[in-house]
C-alpha cells in the first residue's frame, strides 16, 4: 500500500526555539573570527540591506503614484477583490429581480389562461363574494 507522508509544521515556540539556538551557533562561531573579517562582514551586511530597501521601496512608491491601493507587493489582489466582491454583488441582485419578476410574470400568465380557457366571464372573478361562494361549495 502507499502511504502518504503527512509532515508537521513546528509550532510558533519550537520555531523561536530552533531559531535562538541558531543564533546562538552562528553568535558562537563568529566569535572565533579576526577582527577585519568581521568587520567587512558588517559593512557586506548593510549594503545589501540598504540596496534591499532601495529595491523594496521603488516599486511601491510606482504604485503609490500611478494610484494603485496597497503596499505594491499584492497591489492586483487589492485592486481585484473589491470590484469582484461588487460584480458578484450586481450579478446576485439581476438574478433576484430576474427570479421576482419570472415569478410575477408566470403568476399573470396563470390567471390569463385560466380566463381565457373558463367560460365564467371575467366579472365573476372580480366579485369577491364569488370566490367566497366557490370556496364554501368546494368545502361541503
Known amino acids: 500500500m ?17 531559531g535562538q539556538r541558531a ?34 521601496r521603488a516599486p511601491i512608491a510606482l504604485f503609490q503614484l500611478v494610484g494603485f491601493p496597497g503596499s505594491g507587493q499584492h497591489w492586483l489582489r487589492d485592486v481585484v477583490t473589491p470590484a469582484l466582491g461588487i460584480v458578484m454583488l450586481a450579478v446576485i441582485a439581476t438574478v433576484a429581480g430576474q427570479y421576482s419578476a419570472n415569478a410575477n410574470h408566470s403568476e399573470v400568465i396563470e390567471i390569463d389562461s385560466a380566463l381565457l380557457t373558463d367560460d365564467l366571464p371575467i366579472d365573476a372573478y372580480l366579485d369577491r363574494g364569488f370566490t367566497a361562494w366557490v370556496a364554501h361549495q368546494g368545502g361541503v
Open 23 to 56: 543564533h546562538a551557533a552562528l553568535e558562537a562561531a563568529s566569535a572565533a573570527l579576526p577582527p577585519d573579517i568581521v568587520f567587512r562582514l558588517g559593512q557586506s551586511r548593510e549594503k545589501a540591506l540598504a540596496l534591499h530597501a532601495s529595491r523594496r
Open 2 to 18: 502507499n502511504n502518504p507522508v503527512t509532515t508537521t509544521r513546528p509550532s510558533a515556540l519550537e520555531q523561536a526555539a530552533i
